[in-house]
């Protein structure tokens, strides 16, 4: 759906499903790993794109509920924000470096995968 020159992945539903969160990862489309990456929204219906959230560090693993987007930031840890941009706060400051986080099925729990599985 997307047509860019970026390598697109993590790509995600919106509770009502008219939207899709992708992540571009910058600089080297083909690779894997460590490059800077962005968030950003697409309206389904349009294919417009709005910048949700990016850094120059490495972004991914996003999971979508009414309660908000979860994603992975690069120093481990897990941070939420809502769609329009606002509300970023830091879920989980860890050194453990967090792969992925997602919400249950109700949104008021998450499950973050560490080398060992924990919900909380």
Same mark, same amino acid.
């Given at each position: 759906?997307?047509?860019?020159?970026?390598?697109?992945?993590?790509?995600?539903?919106? =509770?009502?499903?008219?939207?899709?969160?992708?992540?571009?990862?910058?600089?080297? =489309?083909?690779?894997?790993?460590?490059?800077?990456?962005?968030?950003? !929204?697409?309206? !389904?219906?349009?294919?417009?794109?709005?910048?949700?959230?990016?850094?120059?560090v490495?972004?991914?693993?996003?999971d979508?509920?009414?309660?908000? !987007?979860? &994603?992975?930031?690069?120093?481990?840890?897990?941070?939420? !924000?809502? =769609?329009?941009?606002?509300? &970023?706060?830091?879920?989980?400051?860890?050194?453990?470096?967090?792969?992925?986080?997602?919400?249950? =099925?109700?949104?008021?729990?998450? &499950?973050?995968? &560490?080398?060992?599985f924990?919900?909380?």
């Amino acid at each position: 759906m997307t047509n860019n020159s970026y390598r697109d992945a993590d790509a995600i539903f919106s =509770p009502d499903g008219t939207k899709l969160l992708v992540t571009h990862y910058q600089g080297a =489309p083909s690779s894997d790993c460590c490059n800077e990456t962005d968030l950003y !929204i697409m309206d !389904i219906a349009t294919k417009a794109e709005n910048k949700l959230y990016g850094t120059s560090v490495y972004e991914w693993g996003a999971d979508w509920k009414n309660a908000g !987007i979860l &994603f992975t930031i690069q120093n481990g840890g897990i941070a939420r !924000i809502n =769609p329009d941009g606002t509300g &970023f706060a830091t879920v989980l400051n860890s050194s453990k470096q967090a792969g992925i986080a997602i919400y249950s =099925p109700s949104g008021d729990k998450l &499950f973050i995968h &560490f080398k060992s599985f924990r919900l909380l």
